[in-house]
Every structure is written in structure tokens, then in C-alpha cells.
């Protein structure tokens, strides 16, 4: 990599790097060492391959997602531990100073935490990044319709532990079709 090359790199990661990072975190279920050692094994795939690349953004973020599907398939052999209970998560209320929201996202990135590798991805990739299911299905290497069924399971399992995603559960209709906005 020449000198020009190097400055053009490394102004595309001061400024892309805030972006990459949140993706990566979301990927990781919130862990920042995790993501951070994700960014970075992205990036330096990226800087060997910078001369060739139209779309850098682009190859970072599939080699984010592709390295995290591959330490998820590495464990995938490893099941969940399973518990005879599952701790309650606290009610978040509404609050006149605003509080709530906070509170709430809070309990979203734990839920999110709660989640399989695979089901982070795919909501990542789908609510986060707003890929379309082919997409996911390529970058993820699977099919579309593995993309739609495992999404369907993550955001039950997400209204599950957050009973405040879902609008119909609020009401006393149970788990609806309402879609929900991962958002950091």
C-alpha cells in the first residue's frame, strides 16, 4: 500500500469506524471487546485488498458478517445452557422525563444478548443494516426462507423478553405482527 492508498485508508476508518463499530456490536450481542477485535480483523482484511475495492463500506460489513457467522457455526455445536427459570425482566414505564426510552433500550440490548448468534444476525442484518432477506441469505449462506423463519423466531423471542415491543401483548391480544426497530 503506497502513501496515498495509507491516508485514503485511514480516512475511511476515522470515518466509518463509529458506523462499523455499532454493527459489530449489535453482531456480538453487546460485547465491546468482542466487537472491537471483530473490527479489527474486518479492517485488516480490508486494507489488503483497499487498491481493489469500489465498494470498501461494503466488503467491511460482509466481512463483519461472515466472521461472525463463522465463530457462530464454530459454536454451533455447543448448545445453550438451559435454566429452570428465566429471570423476570422489570417493568419500564412510561416517565414524564423521559427515562423510558432509555430504559427500554437497555432491556433491548440485553434481550438482544439473550439471543443466538445467528438470530443477532439476522436481525442486525434485516431491522439494523435494512438488508433484504436474498441479501441476508447470501451474506449468511443460507436460504430465504431459513432467513424468514429464524427472523420470525428472534422477534418472538425478543417480545418475549420484551413484552413493551409488542403493542398487541400490551392489549391483551398476545404476540402480534408488529415489526420492531433495532435501533443503537
Not at 500500500?1 to 485514503?8: I, K, L, P
Not at 472491537?36 to 460482509?62: F, I, M, N
Not at 423510558?100 to 438482544?112: Q, T, W
Not at 436460504?143 to 418472538?156: D, N, W
Request: aromatic share 4%; hydrophobic share 40%; net charge positive.
Amino acid at each position: 500500500m503506497d502513501d496515498e492508498e495509507e491516508r485514503s485508508f485511514r480516512a475511511f476508518v476515522a470515518a466509518r469506524s463509529p458506523a462499523l463499530m455499532r454493527s459489530a456490536t449489535l453482531l456480538t450481542g453487546g460485547d465491546t471487546h468482542a466487537a472491537e477485535d471483530l473490527l479489527q480483523t474486518a479492517l485488516a482484511k480490508t486494507a489488503g485488498r483497499w487498491k481493489r475495492l469500489e465498494s470498501p463500506e461494503a466488503y467491511v460489513r460482509q466481512v463483519l458478517y461472515r466472521q461472525q457467522v463463522s465463530l457462530w457455526r464454530l459454536l454451533r455445536s455447543h448448545r445453550e445452557t438451559t435454566v429452570a427459570d428465566v429471570a423476570e425482566l422489570p417493568d419500564t414505564p412510561a416517565r414524564e422525563d423521559g427515562t423510558g426510552a432509555a430504559e427500554l433500550r437497555i432491556l433491548v440490548r440485553r434481550a438482544l444478548a439473550r439471543l443466538t448468534i445467528r438470530q443477532r444476525a439476522m436481525l442486525v442484518l434485516r431491522y439494523f443494516e435494512d438488508c433484504p432477506e436474498r441479501e441476508v441469505a447470501e451474506l449468511l449462506g443460507c436460504s430465504v426462507g431459513t432467513v424468514r423463519s429464524t427472523t420470525h423466531r428472534a422477534l418472538a423471542r425478543l417480545r418475549t423478553l420484551v413484552p413493551e415491543l409488542d403493542p398487541a401483548a400490551a392489549c391483551g391480544l398476545g404476540v402480534g405482527n408488529s415489526s420492531v426497530e433495532v435501533r443503537q
